[in-house]
């Protein structure tokens, strides 16, 4: 069993110190199960890639292990000392635990850093199938290339196995990546090798942290995982939304009456979407997306515009959706009307395809949600994969906070946002985005202009290039 990962960060040999494993050595780990060795085929300042192979002992596993039944030749004969499956997540979390963690104790700095990354797989099961596969990273941001293995090249007629040439392609934290892969691997393999109990929860939770409240497939996730345990995945399921500020529905409506409340006297709200439809209209799009639609604001103005004749609107919050199908009076609508709309659920930070080939998008009051860890994924996966010829983004202008006798000194408007940015603050990120992505970006105000503070919200309108 084999996994190798790979990074062109200048300098590449610096995986070294995140792994914790010195690329001059080989290394080998005693594990329960077999034995597993550390060793990098490749190491210099361009390119290095550290491998990780798992000797899985069959005879040793066989001798009074759990669920071992079957056929007499089953517990020695099968694909479990080949194929990547729960064992190669236990390797993981043993040999390369400090780097699964976070932690990196002579470069701490590199830990939170992003950088190219690739992991390869030879033999990954793949039990639902490549689009299983496919729908399990590509929201996270991975390339995935995958090539399917015969039962036998020598008999062709047989047919394909469930085995899969795994390539997954990204750039991201080395900790991120081994957490993906820690929990992902067992839900494709779908035979988790040990007994499954409430702890499981924890790790799940755990290495879940940060991507998996807001995973389209998440429930998948957790079901496979924790082995189809009616009542574990429940749990896991009621303290993964518990635990999602985004989805923690009654307190947020009551944080957006506040902030409603702040700017109704500016009647703000009517000037942004009035803004953000003449620049939709201006454009000439006529798909359009609306990203983190919420109650659906936005959705209502884009269907009272005939040019508009495909419109999808995308939340993480299905509390949220449901309130926008109500206030939209989608079931009310005739069938050609309610072919223009559709309602998604998902998250801003991950990669989805079904956004993809739009020709505008409109993210609203809504990047200032985000915890600023994650704002990197939220712009790698508009700019850099959905790629709508134009994007439309309005924030709130921390300055203009000042204007506002109701909100105390140094508060956001809204008790959820993880930031507010000044007007410089806001220009630097459009600037650096636009760059990156290959898009123009044009910057306007809206609202009432006070000479020193500017206006209330501030807007940048990308377009690709």
């Known amino acids: ?31 329960a199960f077999g034995r597993a060795v550390v060793f990098y085929p490749e190491a210099n300042e361009d390119r290095c890639t550290a491998a990780l192979v798992l000797d899985v002992d069959p005879v040793a596993l066989s001798r009074g292990r759990r669920g071992s039944g079957g056929q007499p030749l089953e517990p020695y004969v099968n694909d479990r000392p080949y194929v990547a499956s729960s064992f190669l997540s236990v390797a993981i979390a043993q040999v390369f635990g400090s780097a699964l963690g976070g932690r990196s104790r002579e470069r701490p700095e590199l830990v939170s850093l992003p950088i190219p990354l690739s992991a390869h797989l030879p033999a990954l099961p793949c039990r639902d199938g490549q689009s299983f596969l496919r729908r399990l990273f590509e929201p996270l941001g991975y390339v995935v290339e995958a090539t399917q293995h015969t039962l036998d090249p020598a008999f062709p007629e047989w047919g394909h196995s469930p085995y899969f040439a795994v390539t997954l392609t990204g750039t991201m934290c080395v900790s991120e990546l081994l957490g993906h892969l820690y929990v992902l691997i067992p839900v494709l393999d779908d035979r988790k090798h040990y007994w499954v109990g409430e702890d499981e929860i924890d790790k799940l939770l755990r290495h879940g942290a ?28 009621a303290r993964l939304r518990s635990e999602d500020g985004l989805d923690a529905d009654d307190g947020e409506a009551a944080d957006d009456a ?61 509390r949220a959706l449901e309130n926008a199908q109500r206030r939209l009076h989608l079931t009310e609508m005739s069938d050609r009307e309610r072919a223009r709309i559709q309602l998604l659920h998902g998250s801003l930070t991950y990669r989805d395809r079904r956004l993809d080939g739009y020709d505008a998008a409109a993210v609203v009051e809504v990047i200032e949600h985000l915890d600023v860890p994650r704002l990197d994924a939220f712009v790698r996966a508009l700019f850099g994969s959905a790629r709508p010829a134009v994007v439309i983004v309005t924030t709130p202008n921390a300055e203009y906070n000042a204007l506002w006798s109701t909100l105390p000194a140094g508060h956001a408007r809204h008790r959820d946002h993880r930031f507010e940015w000044t007007r410089p603050e806001f220009a630097e990120w459009a600037d650096a985005t636009s760059a990156r992505f290959g898009y123009t970006v044009e910057l306007q105000a809206i609202g009432a202009q006070d000479p020193v503070l500017g206006s209330p919200t501030q807007m940048g309108v990308f377009r690709r290039a």
């Open 210 to 237: 940060g991507w998996l409240t807001r995973h389209p497939e998440q429930e998948a996730i957790a079901r496979q995982y924790l082995k189809h345990r009616h009542s574990l995945t429940h749990e896991a399921l």
């Open 258 to 318: 506040a902030e409603s409340a702040i700017e109704a006297p500016l009647r703000l709200n009517e000037q942004r979407l009035a803004v953000v439809i003449e620049v939709l209209r201006d454009s000439g799009a006529r798909r359009v997306l609306d990203l983190g639609c919420g109650e659906g604001n936005l959705l209502r103005e884009l269907l009272r515009e005939r040019q508009f004749e495909e419109i999808v609107g995308l939340d993480v919050s299905h």
């Open 1 to 31: 069993m084999l996994l190798t990962l790979t990074t062109t960060h200048s300098p590449a040999t610096d995986l070294g110190y995140l792994l914790a494993k010195n690329p001059a050595r080989v290394q080998s780990f005693d594990l």
